[in-house]
């Protein structure tokens, strides 16, 4: 049977959701809340949900909860080769930037793939650079994926997928990285396909919220970021937040990556917009742009 949540519940938990996650739930009723959660009350032992309201407010165990609460409130949905305008952009510049430090003796390429969910995102990344014409020996490309959701990371490591993972684009090249496998942890069992080893090995997991800039220390200077289909679930204060932290984040020469419907014309501060057939993505601004940021860190 589910509970019902009163509307001050139901604001209070859209009020910690947005401080400890930039959530702005804005498609969330006060009936899908309650169904969401009440997994949680059941699992803590709780009878109502002024309690669970008092236990993410007042218990010293808050953290623990907030760790595990993202799994069952955040939206994972994806599929391979998404957007696949993005990745060809994506390409055209990393060729670029090989060119001009083809004579470096760093030949490194960093790219953070941020609100990576299950990890359909840094493994297509992964999949059109080895399937590109371009020859990466002697280059180390590291390719990381960060999430708050534990277990949305968890699937990712797996590097198993169900059949409507894979429905979009390039086909043949989907094909060639999976092969059909049977596993519980698909909707149809008959229907799971996995990675192949080379794929898996290529991303490293890490768990973390974009929002704490503590989070991204050790990935200074990327190259890349593909930060995409996550603003649109943030709150405004949220999005200032990312973007700052983003523009932390990047090499002094580096493109970001966010949705096809989403945008930061509110912060041409930090990044320019570049026009490419089909898509827009974005480039750091100089340092000296970020004095007009304003932020209580």
């Known amino acids: 049977m589910q509970l019902a949540m009163k509307e001050a519940e139901y604001k209070t938990l859209k009020r910690l959701i947005e401080t400890e996650f930039g959530l702005s739930l804005k498609t969330h009723t006060r009936e899908t809340l309650a169904k969401k959660i009440q997994p949680r009350l059941r699992a803590l032992n709780l009878n109502s949900f002024p309690e669970y309201c008092e236990y993410l407010s007042e218990s010293p165990r808050a953290r623990i909860e907030f760790h595990d609460l993202p799994g069952y409130i955040m939206n994972t949905e994806s599929y391979f080769l998404r957007e696949f305008a993005q990745f060809h952009a994506f390409l055209e510049i990393f060729r670029k930037k090989k060119r001009e430090k083809i004579f470096q ?73 999976f092969q059909k496998t049977k596993a ?97 993505f974005y480039r750091k601004k100089p340092a000296c742009m970020k004095n007009d940021v304003r932020l209580d860190r």
């Open 105 to 177: 003796t760093d030949r490194t390429f960093k790219i953070l793939s941020a609100g990576c969910a299950e990890g359909q995102e840094p493994y297509s990344i992964s999949m059109v650079l080895k399937t590109s014409s371009d020859n990466l020996h002697g280059w180390k490309i590291q390719i990381h994926g960060l999430d708050v959701n534990v277990y949305a990371l968890n699937k990712a490591q797996s590097g198993v997928y169900s059949g409507y993972s894979l429905r979009g684009p390039r086909t043949k090249m989907i094909e060639h990285y």
């Open 184 to 280: 519980s942890s698909c909707d149809t069992p008959r229907e799971c396909y996995r990675l192949k080893p080379e794929i898996i090995r290529s991303v490293e997991y890490r768990h973390g919220n974009i929002l704490k800039p503590l989070v991204l220390q050790g990935l200074e200077k990327l190259d890349f970021i593909f930060c995409r289909n996550v603003l649109m679930y943030m709150s405004e204060n949220a999005i200032d937040r990312i973007a700052l932290n983003l523009w932390e984040a990047l090499a002094d020469d580096g493109h970001l990556f966010i949705g096809q419907s989403e945008s930061l014309r509110k912060h041409d501060n930090l990044f320019t917009a570049v026009r490419h057939p089909d898509v827009t």
